[in-house]
Every structure is written in structure tokens, then in C-alpha cells.
């Protein structure tokens, strides 16, 4: 089983940056999508960038325009580029991805990381 390790996340002023790392222990077939989720307290989680394995991105409209996906296909690897943050993207944020092999879809989710925007 593919393991998702993220690291990256930290303390940050109001209008900093940060860059969140989701890497996988191993390539993961067949899949269709990578992305981020975050969950802030006592609010449920929701998804915050995906991207498809065509290269579709998707953001949810409190970060477009700030957070930036991508991917490095031969690290096995992706990434949340987080810009101008703001004291509400405070969360935690998981990385995920899902892939469909043999009419089964797999999930695939880490650990998560807490970024904490603050001044």
C-alpha cells in the first residue's frame, strides 16, 4: 500500500507563504487525481486544490487566485504553493489521491499537516 507523507506546514504571519509537500512512498497506478484537503477546527473538511492526471485543476474559491498546484511526476511527489495567507486557511491540510483500477476506486490519504496563520 502507497503511503502519502506531507510535510511543510508551520506558523506563518497573515499575507506569508508557505509550500506544503505530499509525497508517495511509491507510484500510485492508474491514478486519477491528487489534491489537498484542509479541515479547520470544528468545521468539516473540505477540498482545496485537485489536479487530474490530464492537468485540470481545480481550487475552491476562498484560495484561487493564492494556492497553487502541482506535481513532480518523478519524485512521486506533490505540492500546495500557498501565497498572501490568510488567518482563515488555518487547518489542518491532508493530501489525497484516488485512483480506479479494475472498476474499484482506491483513496489514497496522509496524515496531515497543521498550518497555523497568525500574527
Known amino acids: 500500500q502507497v503511503q502519502l507523507v506531507e510535510s511543510g506546514g508551520g506558523l506563518v504571519q497573515p499575507g506569508g507563504s508557505l509550500r506544503l509537500s505530499c509525497a508517495a512512498s511509491?507510484?500510485?497506478?492508474?491514478?486519477?487525481?491528487m489534491g489537498w484537503f484542509r479541515q479547520a477546527p470544528g468545521k468539516q473538511r473540505e477540498l482545496v486544490a485537485r489536479l487530474s492526471s490530464t492537468g485540470t485543476t481545480t481550487y475552491s474559491d476562498s484560495v484561487k487566485g493564492r494556492f497553487a498546484i502541482s506535481r513532480d511526476n518523478a519524485k512521486n511527489t506533490w505540492y500546495l504553493q500557498m501565497n498572501s495567507l490568510k488567518p482563515e486557511d488555518t487547518g489542518v491540510y491532508s493530501c489525497?489521491?484516488?485512483?480506479?483500477?479494475?472498476?474499484?476506486?482506491?483513496?489514497?490519504w496522509g496524515q496531515g499537516t497543521q498550518v497555523t496563520v497568525s500574527s
Open positions: 489525497h489521491a484516488m485512483s480506479y483500477t479494475m472498476s474499484t476506486w482506491y483513496n489514497y
Open positions: 511509491g507510484s500510485i497506478p492508474n491514478i486519477n487525481s
